[in-house]
């Protein structure tokens, strides 16, 4: 166990390193002097000279990515040229929005997909799993946005059970700011349900199939113990790589649904950041995103071997 | 006294009949063994008796286990029934398994869905059953994976698990055909041994008569669903009375008419020291590299003429050897030369076309998108100049002829055949560039006996015809005993001994082969079945 | 019955979206590219079907010319994803275990944790926006699906005897490649491709919509939901046609991935049994 968790481990890192070789290539070598870029063509050139000298770009490019690197390993992001704050702290503000959020979301969809898939699986062919496969046939089709427009639609502007957008903040109370992201959760959670409920019930029905199965029916279980003890488990598998990969669609699909709903998250810091062409924000954003979704990835992988015996044996 | 009688049991799934009228009883500690080919309904037969049938199967009749009709009986009642009354045991120990549940947990299972013991009692039951199956708990501990047990030992666990609570009936259905024979052996004196401690009733399904025989109190022998002739196991070797299993019989242990030997000492094949390794994965991130030796310095010749066989139980490393000899792997040291040529990846294509190969799997040698003509003929690839127009037309038609079917079917598609028939198109499609050598590579193993028996009079006619020498490929002793001159018997990536075919088999040398040839199940010598 | 129906129902959904994306190169009830202020935001009517927008556009031609932005992006996006992705994966699984087979699957991962929309942003970043910045992200994102998929269903192809029949009759791995393994995943990767397609649709609308896509005055159903969206209070109609028109769209192409799979899962099934 312990030699596989290393071995996914150094996968990580290796990975770590070569995302953020690309980002660097392309945020800070492609459009050529990333000053000069950043304060657009009629900049004057003593100003561009300052800048070039504040973001340490008067050094080679290696020694350059040595420096952001070794900066953000310290928590040195950097400072925004256009705030002129530490972008650390700027993150930091804006990550207490987009993260729980993305959990937020993540936890109801997986309630909702795991029972309907689940449902869905048991009843084969049947009225109730035509239901639940019709649903989620439209739950895939729905645009998360656009859902989430029609919910400030319904229950902001008509029903007014919830405000159409904004954020009080955490410190206004837990529950107030929960309130306040629960339509955005729900707009997001809702078409990754149904993705996930489709893959709960096919690996099931996959594993309905399996002889095993029918050697837990042999021994005198009904279908639906055999389904919990036996099933459930083996079914995980596809489902977990799913759930992984949600993660990353909620975080990235979270920086659309903030702009729906107003909210001071990172998909407002990074629109804002591409307008100003504050490419050091923007930079450290799109290191995080990435950097969130191969931590993910990584702890998917640990999950597997808690799951499958088989994964813990080999390395 | 009976424990279990089938009466009239009739069933059919959609407009499918597949079980037609079928009656027959088992009485406690009595073995009955259900026979016959794919298709014959004696799987349908075993799960109709666990009531685990498809749900849009149609019973008809009854199934009285003891005095209760299982037919009868709501789905609660027959789980409160199932491994407590009658367990089972699969074909298949690699999937029967729990992939993600310990051994012990899946054997305690059946214990504790059915009794009121305490944790701790079941697992007390658990460690003594599967020691009881051959897994002493010393060695095998509960915690072990599946995946860390053989195929043997998981047929151990499944068995275990089908007995935890001594049930009165157990029905195995084809329990060591996809085990070894040695492994074979021992599972069957398990079953053996289990049935008259516990006086169970045993269902025993299996389609090798050679089994049957050695097993059974009585046998049932099946054919489309309907039962052809039951009765005592001597007394129906001894009488036959159906000619069908008769048929059965004869093709079971069928002895092919192979043509005189011409020996013509030519080596056309020549296998020296080969060497074949295979990286494993590191079991340590940093631990140096380590290797599986597959094919083990292994020499031996072919020549013009000969029909040898090459005998070993399940990764022992034949394929290994005959992906080497067909030039798909490399080998580290050692060298295979075919006709004065050496064999390897890189070889010169044109020098492989005096050999060719037929596989296993009737399905899965062929595109499924491709038409006959085109999968015969991929051969010509191999030739410089490869016959067009007429004459491709007419060298198809010609290996279509060879091995029986007709040129008519080169227009069609591959699913339009059965399993015997694709045999037929792979033998085809071998002979079609009239190579001088051919690899069996259990060629015949997936095939049911009757049709068995006609690709190995095939092969014979072939041998006769064509001048063929071929290297065939078996787990199969007696299959192997009749088709080829001499036999190589290969244990883990070595020949332990080689020698004329009728003089190894009737004076092995080497206790391996010995082994091999006690376990492998034999027919009874009986009058009107060999004659 | 189920089977057809599905094939028939998103076949027919799909054949709608196409035609008025043809159409439209033609013909369309009315010039969207001029304004009409005293028209706007007429809800649905006789004149104007779908209603009109703030500058009293026609919503109807404005869909129709959406539809040809969401097609061509998301054709484009699944061909990059194919063109790429398949030969790669093809490639990998031929040199299975080998330097390349690892290159190309590290490459995927890597490719994997970059989701379309931080793509987009990256080329926005430095390039400014657009619906060739869309089109590109879309397709990177598609390469290592086709990638692994490919691989995945020629890694079992490879197994088959009939693979190993091919290459004992001499011929090369590419040639095997093509002419036994790259036929037999075409329906593989005929569904994934319907699959990625509706993705890729609900990608674009969603880059269009936070400005990363299509920029005005090209018309595409992102785009007017991202207009639509101050006006969502008194003119809802504005926000509903456009996502209604996406719905459509991908449950079409989705209805009718199912329908294919169905169609032509079981003929690889009948073959094999």
Redesign the interface.
Known sequence: MLRYALKRLLSLAISLVVASLVIFAVIEVAPGDPASFMLGINAQPDTVAALRSELGLDVSKAERYLNWIGGMVRGDFGTSYTYRTPVGQMIADRMWVSLPLALYALALSTIIAFPAGIYAAARRGKPGDMAVMGATQLGVAVPNFWFAMMLVLVFAINLRWFSAGGFPGWDEGFWLALKSLTLPAIALALPQSAILARVMRSSLLDILGEDFMRSARAKGLSRRQALWRHGLRNALIPVLTIIGMQFAFLLAGGIIIEQVFFLPGLGRLIFQAISARDLIVVESVVMLLVFAVILVNFIVDLAYAAVDPRLRART | MTLLRIEDLSLSIGPHKILKNVSFSIAPGEIVAVTGESGSGKSMTALAT?Q?LPESAETKGAILLGDLDLLAQT??QL??????DM??V?Q?PM???????TIGDQVM??IQ??TTMTRAQAEEQAREMLTRVGLPTDRFPLSR?P??LSGGQRQRV?IA??IALRPRLLIADEPTTALDVTTQAQILDLLKELVVEFGMGLMMITHDLAVVSEMADRIVVMRHGEIVEQGKTRALFEEMKHPYTRALFEASGHQVNLPERAEVPEPILEVRNAVRDYVL?????FAPRQYHRAVNEISFTIHHGERVGLVGESGCGKSTLT?AI?G?EPLQSGSITAFGQEVGPGQN??L?SG???V???P???????HKVAR?IT?????MPDPPTGEARDRAIAEALVAVGLQPSDAGKY??EFSGGQRQRI?IA?ALIIRPELIIFDEAVSALDVSIRAQILDLIADLSRSHNLSYLFISHDLSVVRTVTDRVLVMKAGEIVEQGETQEVFSNPQHSYTQTLINAAPVLPIVGQGAA | MIRSRNLFIGGLLCMIVLVAAFVSFFWTPYDITTMDIPNKLKTPNAQNWFGTDHFGRDIFSMIMIGARTSLAVAIVAVGIGMGVGVPLGLWAAAKKGGWADEIIMRGNDLVFAFPSLVIAILITAIMGAGAINAIIAIGIFNIPVFARLTRSGALSLWEREFILAARVAGKSKIRISFEHILPNVANLLIVQGTIQFSLGILAEAGLSYVGLGAQPPTPSWGRMLADAQTMVSFAPHLALVPGLAIVFAVLGLNLMGDGLRDMLDPKIRVVRS
């Open positions: 666990m685990l789905e609660p789980c409160a029934m199932r491994g407590k367990g089972m699969f298949e999937t029967a398994l729990n992939p993600v549940k299972e059946t869905i059915h994976y995946h860390e499944v698990m089908a994965p590191r079991t340590q991130l992906r067909l798909l294509p044109a492989r050999l060719q190969v596989f296993q799997d399905y899965g040698s062929f595109n499924p998108r999968i991929e051969p010509f690839h191999l591959i699913h792979a499609r």
